[in-house]
C-alpha cells in the first residue's frame, strides 16, 4: 500500500517566529501518526532557521513509525546524522539562499562526496535517499553511487503553468519511476504536492512513500492535522 510521510518543518517555522517553544514539531509527529501517517520528515538546514538539532533526538524518540532526514551531503550534517540515526537520510542540495532549494541535488556532479557519504551512513544501519530531478543521468548516477531510494522531485511537476506542462512533467516522473524500479531503486516522491495534485502521482504504482509537508500543514491550520491527514490518506489511496 502506498505510504504518506508527514513533513513537520512548518511547526518549526511557526515556532521560530517567536523563538519559543511552540508549538512543537514531535507533537505535532505523534498527532500526525495517530491519523494514519506512516512516516515523518523534517529538513535540517545548514541555518538552522526551522528544525534544530535539539528537534532530531524528539523526533527520534517520539517517531513510532519511520523517520527520514533531509539533510545536505556536507561532513557537518552527516555528524550529526550519525547522532541522531534516524531511519533514513534524505540527501538534499546545499542551501543557497534563503529559501529551500527547488531543483535536486546534483549526483553526477558530486558523485565521489556522495558516494563516501552514502558508504559512511549505510554503515551506520541509515538508509539513504537521494533528492534528484527525473533525469536518466541523475538516476543512472544515483544507482551507481550506492542509493538505497530516491525521492523523485515533483516540484516541476506542481508549477506546471497548464495542461500540457503538467502532462509533460507527469511523463518524465512516469519514466523515471519505471527506470528506478528496473535498476533495484526504492522510489519515493515529493515537493510541492497537495490536495489537487497528488491523486496523478499516486496512481504510479512503483513510488512507495509520498512526502507532503507544507499543503498538509496548511490545511491542519484550518481543520486540524488528524482531518488534515486522514484527508490526504484518503485521496492517495
Request: hydrophobic residues 45%; proline residues 3%.
Amino acid at each position: 500500500m502506498l505510504r504518506l510521510a508527514v513533513g513537520v518543518d512548518y511547526i518549526a517555522a511557526m515556532r521560530e517566529t517567536r523563538r519559543g517553544k511552540e508549538p512543537d514539531p514531535a507533537a505535532a509527529a505523534v498527532l500526525a501518526e495517530t491519523a494514519g501517517a506512516d512516516g515523518i520528515f523534517c529538513r535540517l538546514r545548514e541555518d538552522r532557521k526551522h528544525i534544530k538539532e535539539r528537534d532530531l533526538f524528539l523526533l527520534k524518540e517520539m517517531v513510532k513509525s519511520h523517520f527520514n532526514i533531509e539533510l545536505a551531503p556536507t561532513e557537518e550534517m552527516i555528524k550529526i546524522a550519525m547522532k541522531a540515526n534516524p531511519d533514513m537520510v534524505t540527501l538534499v542540495p546545499q542551501l543557497k539562499e534563503e529559501h529551500s532549494p527547488e531543483g535536486g541535488i546534483n549526483i553526477e556532479l558530486n558523485f565521489e562526496r556522495i558516494a563516501n557519504i552514502t558508504d559512511r551512513l549505510r554503515a551506520n544501519g541509515i538508509i539513504v535517499s537521494y533528492f534528484i530531478d527525473p533525469e536518466v543521468e541523475q538516476l543512472k548516477a544515483s544507482a551507481k553511487a550506492g542509493a538505497d531510494y530516491i525521492e523523485i522531485n515533483t516540484g516541476m511537476y506542481a508549477r506546471a503553468k497548464d495542461a500540457e506542462e503538467e502532462a509533460a512533467e507527469l511523463h518524465k516522473i512516469i519514466s523515471i519511476a519505471h527506470a528506478g524500479s528496473k535498476l533495484g531503486l526504492g522510489l519515493n516522491a515529493g515537493r510541492g504536492l497537495n490536495y489537487y495534485n497528488i491523486v496523478e502521482i499516486a496512481e504510479i504504482s512503483q513510488i512507495e512513500e509520498l512526502n507532503v509537508g507544507h499543503s498538509i500543514m496548511a490545511k491542519a491550520l484550518m481543520v486540524g492535522i488528524d482531518r488534515a491527514v486522514k484527508d490526504m490518506l484518503q485521496l492517495i489511496r
